[in-house]
């Protein structure tokens, strides 16, 4: 466990509209001690790399998920959600279903990482869209997790907080994902992206300073993940990373070990459709090297390309993507001003973003409206973010 070796960081200021702390004293009766806040993210490449050892290049938005807490002693989690109108009243140790298996699952294994009792009043609200593929959950968990590290005084660092929410993503909440929406979440920065390499934990922020906006269009059909396929992609690339191992003469302890070349190469022992998710994973690692250095270089429209590109071997070597995502994708990359756009989140519905030429957004967005309620019979709604920050408490 690590620990920081100075203050925890504070942010100043209380909101002259504090719809949580109204929340926290209704219901509890006394005044917060603490409030957290972690935001949502968009990943500009590296899509289902991260469980992979692989590469991600996300960025945080400035949505936030907001929690206000209050330490308890007997080690009991009493949660008001404002968006769910509902609370929950349960053990540390528990896992109850739905929005409350993650706040108790990160409680949960926090207090087995820090050894003692992490019992807590919390209220939750905030304004990242749930099943929008914005990592929500990740938002949600680091919030709670930061929340409760401060109302202990625990003095956990953004690392640690980031290992205890995958932890408690894949342990208390059945979702083997990878590490990146959480070390997003916990450690993002003001106007830069994270290049996060998934294998040993490495993060470099890289400076977000293209002259693009970021425009994301959520397709309003929602994803829930652990009944979806998501779960089904791991498998296979953990089956994809056995019979390479197996037929490669060198170790493969991963799909990171692997180029598109040798995929290929190794096609037949590969089988499908294993050839085709390996593919992916190989090629997006690449693509995310290329968009490190088009990003550090200001290059929006070769930025644009590989997301485009990222996009379609989601939709055709992963099998991850959706008609409607596909078609927000199709109506934004025919707009000239759209430098490029990809799905974001683990897939089959949520959200898009785009990369789109200073000033347009709000023509891009008015177009690509009727053109995807058109194609779909479904409304999206479309939003312009900046570059976010991670997790702060006040």
Known sequence: MHRDSGERERTGG????????EAFRERFGAEPTERARAPGRVNLVGGHTDYNDGLVLPVAIDRETVVAARARSD???????LAFEETITEPVGTTPEGWGAYVLGTASVLADEVGESVGAD??????????????SSAALEVAVCGA????HDLGLNRETIADVCWRAENEAVGMACGIMDQFTAATARPDRALRIDCRDRSVEHVPFELDAELVVVDTNVKHELIDSGFNDRVRECHEATARLDGAMGKRVRALRDVTPEEVEAHADALGSPHTARARHVTSEIRRVEAATEALSADDAAS???LMTQSHHSLRDDYEVSCEELDAAVSALTDRPAVYGARMVGGGWGGSVVSLVEPGEPPAVAEAVRERYEEATGVACDIYTFDAGRGLTVE
């Open 75 to 81: 080690g009991v989690i009493r949660a008001r959600s």
């Open 148 to 151: 409760i590290d401060a109302a």
């Open 303 to 305: 930025l644009g390309s």
């Open 122 to 135: 919390l209220a939750v609200g905030g304004d990242v869209t749930m099943g929008a593929g914005l990592s």
């Open 14 to 21: 209380e909101s002259s509209v504090d719809p949580v702390g």
